[in-house]
């Protein structure tokens, strides 16, 4: 029984040694990482990015980031968009803050990965995943991401080009039914039917 109650007293101890331990760090630590974006075209390109929480420690961290604007934690896609101009580099818009509360954060590292996808075409998109930890320097800069295609001026040019061309002889209909007379009735953005196909009126 003694021996039970020793054990008891040492490891009430070294409980007490570890939280004044942490309790000695600032558990509001916070990490940031930048990153530029090139765009290599020979046009503007819209962008837009979405955060993915690959790894991080649970319930002991807050994270955000801003490109545009500055979301709170709970919003994972941006919902405002950049446009680089050609030949650009946009080196101010996208922060990543990790904020380090205390518990498994102070001994784990996070990974966050942050895709920026072109508004025009998500199958066109760079990702870089940035690793966040206490030991880790405050302010990360990642090596730079670079488009070297638009496909907002390749989809415009084209297919509006298309649409005009097909539509000079042929019904078209918004998707409730309702025909349109001529392709300058469409207004930007419409959602039409011709030929039993869709169409998005791009510009």
């Given at each position: 029984m ?27 630590i ?57 030949g ?13 509360k ?30 966040y ?71």
């Amino acid at each position: 029984m003694i021996k039970l109650f020793k054990i008891l007293i040492l490891s009430l101890i070294i409980i007490f040694a570890t939280n004044n331990v942490f309790g000695l760090i600032d558990t509001n630590i916070t990490k940031v990482s930048k990153i530029w974006v090139k765009n290599n075209s020979n046009t503007p390109l819209t962008l837009f990015v979405e955060r993915i929480e690959t790894l991080l420690p649970e319930d002991t961290t807050i994270n955000y980031f801003c490109w545009g604007a500055c979301y709170p934690p709970s919003v994972s896609i941006s919902g405002e968009m950049v446009t680089i101009p050609s030949g650009e580099i946009d080196k101010i818009n996208f922060i990543g803050d990790y904020i380090i509360k205390g518990g498994a954060a102070l001994v784990d590292t996070a990974q966050i990965t942050y895709c920026f996808i072109d508004d025009c075409y998500s199958g066109n998109f760079k990702c870089f995943t940035a690793f966040y930890s206490l030991e880790g320097p405050t302010d990360s800069l990642y090596p730079m991401l670079e488009f070297d295609t638009s496909y907002c001026d390749i989809i415009i040019s084209i297919y509006n080009k298309e649409i005009k061309n097909i539509i000079t002889s042929n019904r078209m209909f918004d998707v409730l039914g309702r025909e349109f007379d001529n392709y300058n009735d469409i207004s930007f953005g419409t959602l039409f039917i011709q030929n039993g196909n869709k169409y998005i009126k791009t510009k």
